[in-house]
C-alpha cells in the first residue's frame, strides 16, 4: 500500500528500469519449471498442440530418411544399372520429398496458430492483472514499464513458442534420426562424430552465461527506452513549456546509447560464438572425408561409395543443425527472460486483496465517517495524522489546504484506492475493508482535476459511466447542468470524435463532459477533485446554479484551490500536513479569523487585483 520512488524513463537513465519493485529477478538460464508453466498455457489447445508434437517427430525424421533413401538408390539402382528401377525410384524421392514438404506445411501454420493464441491469452492475463493492481503501483511505475510487458516481453514469448520450441525440436530429431542411421552403418565413423559432443558442450557451458547476461540486459535496456518514450509523449507539454527539448534529448542519448551498446555486446558475443560453432562442424566433415575415403579406397569390408555419400548427408543433417541450435538457444534464452518477467508480474500480488467475506453495499444514503485514520505514502512522512469526520447523507464537505496537506488523500482513501494504515472509513455504518470495492464504485461518482477521455465521441464518454443509458438521458443530464449551449457548440454536438486523452476538445470542454459523465451515473457519493480548476470564470458561473441543483441530496465532497466553489460548503475542513486544523462553514471560518480567512483573503485578493503592465 506505500508509494514508493517511481520514475523511470528519463529520470531514470541510470537504473535498471526494467525491474519493478517486488519481481523476482530474471535467471536468465533454461529454467525447466519456467517451461513447465509457460507450457500450461497450451492446454486449451491440446488438440492441435499434439497433433503439431506429431508433426514435428515425423518432421524431424524425414530428412534423414531422404539422406538414407540417396544412399540406397546409388548402391542399389546406379550401381547395378538398372534403368527402370532408376525411374521408379526417383519416383519414389520425389513423392516423398513432397510428403516432407506437406508435413513442414503444416507443422509451420499450428505452430503459428498455437504461439499466436497462447501470446493472446497471455496478454488478455497480463491485461486483466493490470487492472486489478491497486494505485500504489501505477503511482511507483511508469507507463512503459507496464508496456513493455505487453510487446517487448510478450514478442519474445511468442517467438519462443512459434519457433524456437518446436524448431529446436524438429532440428534434435534431424539429429538424432541422424545419428541412429550413421550408428547402424558404421559405427567408427560414427563415433569420430560423437567427438564433436565434448567439444560442443564445452562452448556451449562456456558461452551460456555470457548470453543469458546478454540477453537479460539487452531486454532491461529497451525497456529504458521504451519508458522514456511514453514519458516524453506524455508529458510533451511540459517538455516544451519549459523549453527542455533539448536536455531530455541528451539524456535520452544516452538510454538509447546504452542499449546499442548492450545489443552490441550480445552481437560480439554471439558473433564469435555461432561461427565457431561452424568452424567445428567443418572441421569433423573434413576428418569424416579423410577416414570415410580410406575406408572406401584400402579396405575391403569398408562402407560402398553409396554408404560413404549417404553417411556424408547424414553428417551434414547431424552438423547442420548446431548453428541453428545455437541460435534457438539465444533466442530461447531471449523468450525465457520475456517468459520470467511476465510471469514475475503476473506473481506480483496487488498492495491490498479484499477478503473472501467481503459483501456487496446495499444502496445507501450517503453518510461518510473517517475514523482516526492514519495513512502514509511512504512510512516516514504520514499523509494523514488520526484524521476524524462526519459527513451527513447530503452534505457538502469543502476541503481545503495547501499542496500535500492531505486533501487528495481523504479522496483516495474515500474511493478506496488505497486502505488506511489505521482507524476505519465508514458509509452509512458499513467498514470500508468489508464491502467490495465494485458495489462503492457504482454509488460513487468522481471528478477529477486531470479526466481523461476515451477514443470515440462525446457521447460515448458519458455513455461510459451508464453503458445501458440513451441519448436521451444524456440530453437530460446536460439539460441539468446547463450546459446545453455549451455542447450544441461543439462542431458535431453529442456526436463530436474525441481524440485520445480528448484530443480535439478544449480542457473547458473535456470537464463539462466528464461533469454530464459523473452526474449520467446518479451516485449517491460524489467527488470535484479540483473539477472546476480547467473552466474559466465564466463557464464557471454558468456551472454553479446546476452543480447546486446536482449536488443536492447527494453527499459530495470538494477539493479546489479556487474557493468560489467551495462557499457553499455545509462543511468546510482546513488540512495542513496531515490534519484538520479548522472545520466550519463559510462564514464561521472568516470570523475565526484563521487559516481559511487567510487563504480566502489571498484569493479574493488575486482575482481583484488589476493585471500589473
Known sequence: MKLGGGGGGLSSAGTKAGMIEGERPASGVLDLGLLKRLFTFTRPYAKSRNILFVLVIVRGMQLPILAWMVGAIIDSTVANKDLPMLFWSAGAYIVFAAFTDITFCFRMRLALNLGESVIRDLRIKIYDHLLNMRMGYFHRYSLGRSISRFTTDAEAVRMGVQDVLFVTLVQGGQMIGAAVLMAIYDPILFLIVLGLVPILWVLNHHFRKRLSTAHREVQESYSRVTSSIAEAV????????????????????????????QNMKLARTTG?????????????????????????????????VGELIMFFFLANLFFSPIQNLGNQYNNALNALAGAERLFNFLDLKPDWEEPDNVKDLPPIQGRVEFDRVKFSYNEDRPALKGVSFTAEPGQTIALVGHTGSGKSTIINLLSKFYLPDEGRVLIDGHDMTEIAGASLYRQLGMVQQQNLLFSGTVLTNILFAKPGATREDVHEVIEALGCRELFEALPEGLDTPVGEKGGGLSLGQRQLVCFARAMLADPRILILDEATSSIDAMTELVLQEALTRLLANRTSFLVAHRLSTIRRADLIMVLQQGEIIERGNHENLLKQDGTYAQLYRQFVQATTEPPKG
Open 234 to 261: 506524455n508529458g510533451i507539454r511540459v517538455t516544451q513549456g519549459f523549453v527542455r527539448g533539448d536536455l531530455n534529448t541528451s539524456l535520452f542519448h544516452s538510454l538509447a546509447q546504452d542499449h546499442a551498446e
Open 272 to 304: 564469435f560464438f555461432i561461427p565457431l560453432l561452424e568452424f567445428n562442424s567443418q572441421l569433423f566433415i573434413a576428418i569424416l572425408i579423410f577416414f570415410g575415403g580410406y575406408q572406401v579406397l584400402y579396405l575391403d569390408h569398408g562402407i560402398q
